[in-house]
């Protein structure tokens, strides 16, 4: 068993395809099935479940892809700060967020860690769903998350940063527009909305209001809904920091929905006490970039 079984053993659960994980890894996939074979032989055990549009693992495969995942993660990470180290670096900041959060709620944060740690180098990994940004704290690839918070999270320490408010985003030449708030009765008789498949919103509406309320009109991301809500092609439900008035968006009007309770968002760690002061201060930058939205 080697680092490297482990590592494309990982992939593939992740994946659940030999052929998709050949693709990324730019080899083929008989090279992946010979590391999955060498682990089931070094165990005697099936570590996967073949189907025929693709693989899952077995319960050793689970037991086996938690512990690679915890384990080889952090010995990647450690050998990133050590050649980083070695090569006269002073460390790295490693953040799982969604591409909108980190276009609208990082800017500042950025430029000013830039200022502070000229050499600390910072990688964002821009995932679709807490659950992804999750996956890249338990596999090391990420020192913090910024998530949507729903409850508390096994093996992960969490500091909440801010109440968010659903609004309706609508441009601002639409009817809705001059609206200072709606009530949830509302939204039922209220056309054309549109929700983004890759966040939370959908689970947490139906959650409270009962599927079949809204529209099931979706689009992929946050800033696409927010893009045709602005050029009024349609209007859109949107978990968003209170009274934000985002520059990038002129056109764009957001009306407060009160009653409905908004979802909570903040940092994931595994250990906070374990961070470097350079990931600390990122995460205290965001969080007050993100409070001063208010």
């Known amino acids: 068993m080697t680092l490297d079984d482990l590592r494309v053993f990982v992939e593939v659960c992740e994946r659940g395809s030999f052929t998709a994980v050949a693709r990324a890894l730019s ?35 689970r037991l086996l892809r938690d512990a690679a995942v915890a384990g080889v993660g952090r010995i990647d990470a450690a050998a990133l700060q050590l050649r980083a ?32 740690h000229p050499g600390v180098q910072l990688t964002l990994r821009t995932q ?10 338990a596999a090391n690839r990420a020192d913090i998350a910024l998530i949507t918070i729903s409850g508390p999270i096994p093996d992960v320490e969490l500091r909440p940063l801010v109440e968010l408010q659903w609004s309706l985003a609508v441009n601002r030449d639409d009817p809705m527009a001059a609206r200072t708030s709606l009530d949830v009765a509302e939204l039922s008789g209220i056309p054309n ?12 509406l ?24 602005e050029l009024g092609v349609s209007r859109a439900v949107v978990a968003t920091v209170p ?52």
């Open 27 to 61: 080899c083929s996939q008989s090279a992946v099935s010979q590391h999955v074979r060498r682990l089931e032989r070094e165990f005697g055990l099936s570590l996967l479940e073949r189907r025929p549009r693709g693989v899952l693992p077995t319960s050793a495969g």
């Open 85 to 116: 180290l070695a090569a006269g670096g002073a460390g790295e900041v490693r953040v799982s967020s969604g591409a909108a959060t980190v276009r609208h709620f990082m800017p500042k944060a950025i430029l000013e860690l830039r200022r502070r």
């Open 128 to 137: 679709p769903t807490t659950r992804a940004c999750l996956t890249d704290l």
């Open 193 to 204: 909305i549109v929700l983004p498949v890759s966040s939370s919103s959908r689970g947490r």
């Open 206 to 229: 139906e959650a409270v209001l009962g599927e079949g309320v809204l529209p099931s009109q979706a689009v992929s991301d946050w800033d696409t809904a927010l893009l045709l809500a």
């Open 243 to 294: 009274n934000w008035a985002p520059s990038v968006h002129p056109e764009l009007r957001l009306v407060p929905i009160p009653e409905l309770p908004g979802p909570t968002a903040g940092w994931a760690a595994r250990s906070w006490a374990d961070l470097e002061p350079p990931v600390i201060e990122f995460a205290e930058l965001v969080a007050h970039q993100m409070r001063g939205s208010k």
